[in-house]
Structure formats: C-alpha cells, structure tokens
C-alpha cells in the first residue's frame, strides 16, 4: 500500500467557482488564473476542466502555455509577466499566446519582432504597486511604440491591484489608471478575486480571478464557501499509529506539548515535507472521521498527531482531513499565518493527486 495521504482535486468545485466567479463581473470576459500548476491544482487538468466555459487563461511560463496548447486548449492565453527574452516573443506570437508588456526592454524585443501572427501586447501600468508596469505619465508613448509595429497588436490595458482584498481598496489606484485606460481605447482589465467580487466599478473588459477558482477567500473578514464557493483541494492522511499517554508525558520534536490528563493521540501520515505548515500551534483544528479535533505538539516532517481523548471510535485507519471539504483552507492559513494561497501552492509533489471529475 502506497503512503495514507492524498490531495483530492475536485474539478467540479472548480468549475463552479469559475462560474460564480465570472457571474460577480457579468459584462466581462473572465480570464482563469491558472499560474503556479493552478494554485497547486494542476495547471493542465483544470485547463481542461474548464475548457468549454473560460474565455481565456492567464498563465506565467510559456512553457506552461504551449504544454496546454499542445494538449489542445485553444481558448485565447495571456502571460502575466509577458515575455523574459526576445525568443519568447516569438514563440508567444506563432502559438496565439498574449503576454503582458510592463517595461521598455520588451518593447525593444517586439521591435524585433518578425512574424506572420501579430503579438497579442497588454500594456502593463504600475498604478501604485510598483511591482510591474510603466508609470502612467510613460504609459502613452509606450502605447504609441506599440502601435507602430505592425508585428505587435495591443489589445489590452492593464493593472494589478495591492490592497483589493482589505478596507483599503483600491481607490488610489484606480484614479491613477482609470482616466489613461479610458482614452486608450483598448480593453480594460484590472480586477483579480478580490476587485472581482468587491469592486465592481474596476470590472473593465476582462478580470483575472485567481485564488477563487480555487474555492478560497482573498478576504480577511469570510471564507470561501460564506462567499458562495467550494474548496477546490481537499487534503487528508489517516492514522498509522496510536498512543496513550499520561499527565506529564511530552508530545514531538521540542517537547512543545506536554499532557495534563491521560490522552489517546493519532499519529497522521502527513507533515510538512507535504505542505502542511510546520509552524501552527497544538490545537489547529483537524477532522478526525468528520469529527472536529485538533493537532497536539509539532509537525514532523512525515507525521503530525492529533488528538483523540473525545473520539473513542477512531483508531488505525481514520481518515483525517487536513483542510479542504468541511474545514476551510482559510482556518488553517490563519493558525500559520499565511494564506490560503501559499498553502495550495506549498503542497508536496509526492502527495498523489486524485481527481473528481468536472
Ligand atoms: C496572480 C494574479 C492574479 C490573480 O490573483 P488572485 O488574488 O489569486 O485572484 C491576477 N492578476 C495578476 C497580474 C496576478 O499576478
């Protein structure tokens, strides 16, 4: 028997959320964010899980995009950091694969550019990030670069948002982009998970849900599901070992937990060389069987334990769910101090995917 532990993939929650998503920005086309192997969920299965319904892709690598050409994805598909050399332009160019345009250097490739298909530019605007973008005072004269080659069509212009998720907002930088995106004439798109299902007035042409897709909440203030969404990966190991321990005895590495009555704990076949955080503290809830408990001492790197005092029935064998279907992702993100986010994308490729059918 292969190790107890599986990530269960549910392509059907995806496509629901796909769904719920793009219904928050009714009159655009929503873009599915499916960089970093879709948030952990397998880029090329969500691709094809959601093939009939997305009106494009948003993906990082190249290599990542032309994988999803070849398996015969053909909706349109955007780089969010467009092109890393003068090779990919044209790679990007031939395979009908857009990019984003953020700085004067990928301009100097597209004036190099020689092809039959035109590259699909969306012009990038450093709104207030100051990650990626040209500053909207530079912003016009690189679209007027952009324009006068005829190997490069620009179609889009874009933001990316920094406060979208919390009271902040975006305001700020709304008011920064919103008056230069207008005159260009182009497409708009500015809102990721948060503007999407928040900020209504930045919905634009295009939005690039990401992080809901996947069932997860960009918010502080709800999970997933208060927002109408199903989790995306459920993550679960059983138990291969049980102890009873008396009033003194200590629990793992660092002896961090010692016990003030007599105990029975669980032994799970998951820890951190998995992707479950190393850093949450003893009692980070756990479903024991469906049955709400929680974690006791550190997690290992193969094993964390559990508590089993108040579950009489459960023993070698009990299912334990780490996250995912009945706990969200967001408890658990909070009892590491991350996000949701992070933990998809931490899990470990020698955790078996399972996948439930779209
Ligand atoms: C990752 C990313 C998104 C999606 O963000 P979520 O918060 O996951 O919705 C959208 N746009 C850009 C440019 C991104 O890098």
Not at 110 to 127: G, I
Not at 219 to 227: C, S
Not at 234 to 239: G, V, Y
């Amino acid at each position: 028997m292969t190790r107890p532990i599986r990530l269960e993939i549910d392509l059907a929650a995806i496509r629901h959320n796909y769904q719920h998503s793009r219904q928050q920005a009714p009159g655009a086309r929503a873009y599915a964010v499916i960089k970093a192997d879709a948030y952990g969920h397998g880029a090329l299965e969500v691709a094809q899980a959601l093939a009939d319904i997305a009106d494009g892709f948003a993906l990082l690598n190249l290599e990542d995009a032309l994988r999803l050409r070849r398996a015969g994805i053909q909706q349109p598909m955007t780089l969010l950091e467009g092109a890393f050399d003068l090779e990919d332009t044209v790679r990007m160019a031939e395979n009908r694969i857009a990019g984003a345009v953020h700085s004067p250097h990928q301009i100097a490739w597209l004036e190099q550019l020689q092809s039959d298909l035109p590259f699909e530019a969306w012009l990038k605007v450093n709104s207030g990030m100051n990650r990626l973008g040209f500053q909207p005072e530079a912003a016009p004269a690189a679209m007027d670069r952009l324009r006068a080659h005829p190997a490069v069509k620009l179609s889009t212009i874009m933001t990316h948002f920094a406060t979208a998720d919390d009271a902040r907002g975006v305001a700020g930088q709304w008011e920064k982009f919103e008056p230069l995106a207008r005159a260009s004439g182009l497409a708009i798109s500015a809102a990721n998970s948060a503007a999407t299902f928040r900020h209504a007035h930045t919905h634009g042409d295009a939005v690039r849900p990401g992080i809901t897709l996947y069932g997860c909440s960009p918010f502080d203030d709800v999970n997933g599901p208060e927002l109408g969404l199903k989790p995306g990966m459920t993550l679960s190991a059983d138990i291969i070992a049980v102890q009873h321990i008396q009033p003194g005895e200590i629990v793992g590495y660092g002896a961090t937990f010692q016990a003030e009555r007599p105990m029975r704990i669980g032994i799970v076949a998951c820890g951190y060389a998995d992707g479950y955080p190393r850093v949450v503290p003893s009692g980070t809830p756990v479903l024991v069987d469906g049955k709400l408990s929680g974690t006791v001492g550190r997690v290992s790197m193969d094993m964390l334990v559990v508590d089993l005092s108040a579950l009489p029935e459960a023993g070698i064998g009990s299912h334990v769910t780490l996250w995912g279907q009945g706990l969200p992702i967001e408890t658990i993100a909070r009892a590491a101090g991350t996000l949701g986010y992070e933990l998809m994308c931490a899990i470990s490729t020698r955790v078996p995917r399972h996948y439930l059918p779209a």
